[in-house]
């Protein structure tokens, strides 16, 4: 009897050891040079599936450990205690994010407060990582939040998690974090993050660089993305070959130097720019009756309905709201390319270049006509979409269509 239960005890291990010898095979020796184009994409999203539900195990495992209070006695906490599984073993350590996600998660896994979250993540169909973002959210709002709203946005969280990319729940997260918390109390956030501004000046390298270290609140971050990027958008026609070869980096650091220059040369402090526009989305009651609700800046950062209302006075602008007139969006057939409005309409759907897998962000980007404007084709939002150099190109060469809503653009393939 004893002899059959260590057997059936052992047996997930082996199941695991030998998973890991054949992955490790792969890795070492997969005649790559041998696969289709089709099956080079196939295990590249069976690694990524293979890596995600490693995870669900560890957070499973980690359940267990947790309800036994493994590494309790030696005063470790969850997440040391997995930490230590993986020394020795040749195994890639947890950092200590990490293992704190996965502790979180595993304990809400035994948490009846959590039965549909559970279930989700043990079905493999939301992540550790997205779960532990979930999580990490309703931990810190609960405090001051409506129990009610609070738990009303959470369930739409977990239902909404398996279609949301890691940027786009960072993106929820932040909003709901921000429109749950009294107004008083994000004003005095918002303050503690403006006095956490930092620029600071690292070590000179032995080839001659400098390196500085920025640390921003989201409306800094957002006045310094809005300046740079129309300056950091590839150069083609600079360069003799027509290929602007600097890095996205490289761009950056050019546009940021040149935005200096022009600022302490310029004669009494008229800059030879227009000042940085920020685009933010919000609702007109909060605006204008500082009801809770924020601000989402086109960076994704949020901002109070304060914060918006002195960004009016000081700084170039645009309030994309919500339920109030705006600039006319659809121009139709009279007008051949996009306006500055429809731009910025579309950018605030589309996120940056909308081909499938592309991350090229708005500012880089081209306005696109889904139908031609020379076969009838409107210069209208529903017609458009943004497109990066590279992908626009693509689009035409292959005759490219897609199905545009209010929501977004998908590509036929």
């Known amino acids: 009897m004893s002899t059959a239960l260590h057997t059936e005890a052992e047996r997930p291990v082996a199941v695991l050891d030998e998973m890991v010898c054949t992955v490790r095979s792969l890795a070492r020796g997969c005649p790559t040079w041998a696969l289709s184009e089709g099956e080079v994409s196939a295990l590249v999203g069976r690694a990524q599936e293979l890596r995600e539900l490693c995870q669900t195990l560890t957070a499973?495992?980690?359940?267990?450990?947790?309800?036994?209070?493994?590494?309790?006695?030696d005063g470790l906490s969850r997440a040391d205690w997995l930490r230590g599984q993986a020394d020795g073993l040749g195994a890639t350590r947890f950092d200590g994010a990490a293992a704190a996600a996965v502790a979180r998660v595993g304990a809400a896994l035994r948490d009846s407060r959590w039965e549909r979250l559970a279930e989700r993540v043990v079905e493999g169909e939301v992540?550790?990582?997205?779960?532990?973002?979930i999580l990490r959210f309703h931990d810190d709002v609960a405090p001051v939040a409506d129990p009610a709203h609070l738990a009303g946005i959470v369930d739409a969280m977990v239902e909404a998690a398996d279609v949301l990319t890691a940027r786009e729940l960072a993106r929820l997260v932040a909003h709901a974090r921000a429109t749950v918390k009294p107004p008083a109390e994000r004003d005095a956030e918002e303050a503690g993050l403006r006095a956490g501004r930092s620029l600071s000046r690292g070590r000179t390298t032995a080839a001659g660089f400098t390196d500085y270290r920025m640390r921003l609140d989201p409306e800094g971050a957002a006045i310094v993305e809005a300046a740079i990027d129309p300056l950091s958008r590839p150069r083609p026609d600079l360069s003799p070959d027509g290929v602007d070869s600097r890095s996205a980096g490289t761009r950056r650091a050019d546009a940021l130097i040149e935005i200096i220059g022009r600022g302490v040369a310029a004669p009494e402090g008229v800059t030879r720019s227009p000042r940085a526009t920020l685009v933010v989305t919000m609702t007109l009651e909060a605006l204008t009756d500082a009801l809770r609700g924020v601000g989402v800046l086109d960076t994704g950062g949020v901002v109070t309905p304060s914060t918006v209302r002195r960004l009016a006075c000081e700084a170039g602008i645009v309030p994309m709201v919500l339920g109030s007139p705006s600039e006319v969006l659809d121009l139709g057939y009279t007008r051949r390319l996009f306006g500055p409005a429809q731009r910025r309409a579309l950018a605030a759907r589309d996120q940056g270049c909308s081909f499938p897998g592309c991350t090229v962000p708005p500012a880089w980007c081209e306005a696109h006509h889904v139908v031609h404007w020379l076969h009838g084709g409107r210069t209208d939002v529903g017609n458009g979409a943004l497109l990066c150099g590279r992908h626009h190109t693509v689009v035409h060469r292959r005759q490219l269509t897609a199905t545009v809503t209010a929501t977004g653009v998908t590509w036929h393939l």
Do not use: P
Not at 127 to 133: K, N, Q
């Open 60 to 73: 499973v495992l980690a359940s267990e450990a947790h309800s036994r209070g493994l590494g309790a006695d």
């Open 127 to 133: 992540g550790v990582g997205a779960a532990a973002a």
